[in-house]
């Protein structure tokens, strides 16, 4: 059973930083993994993903201020997000997949694996 637990979220002004955890447990490291986000009202959207070889992908909006890393060790995938905006509020899912997050056309792919989310929230 795979299990994902968020944490780091809260509330940050214009311009500020956030360092979102997800603690996995039940995995595999090859797997997937990655963030997607939903902010009310609008569809969920893939945010960045990291593969087992360390590579990643990030959607184009967050690309240059958001970096998606992966501590093997401690079985922890981080989201490190640098000058948010208020577009950036959502609810931010950690997310597992043994497969595939987003495929090579740039579209993502729903994980079989969702935590719970943590919001965050961007005032202007």
């Known amino acids: 059973q795979v299990q994902l637990v968020e944490s780091g979220g809260g509330s940050v002004q214009a311009g500020g930083s956030l360092r979102l955890s997800c603690t996995a447990s039940?995995?595999?490291?090859?797997?997937?993994m990655g963030w997607f986000r939903q902010a009310p009202g609008k569809e969920r959207e893939g945010v960045a993903a990291i593969e087992s070889d360390g590579s990643t992908t990030y959607a184009d909006s967050v690309k240059g201020r958001f970096t998606i890393s992966i501590d093997n060790a401690r079985n922890t995938l981080y989201l490190q997000m640098d000058s948010l905006k208020p577009e950036d509020t959502a609810m931010y899912y950690c997310?597992?997949?043994?497969?595939?997050?987003?495929?090579?056309?740039?579209?993502?792919?729903?994980?079989?694996?969702w935590g719970q989310g943590t919001q965050v929230t961007v005032s202007s």
């Open positions: 997310a597992a997949d043994p497969a595939i997050l987003r495929s090579y056309s740039g579209s993502w792919v729903d994980p079989l694996y």
């Open positions: 039940g995995h595999s490291y090859t797997y997937v």
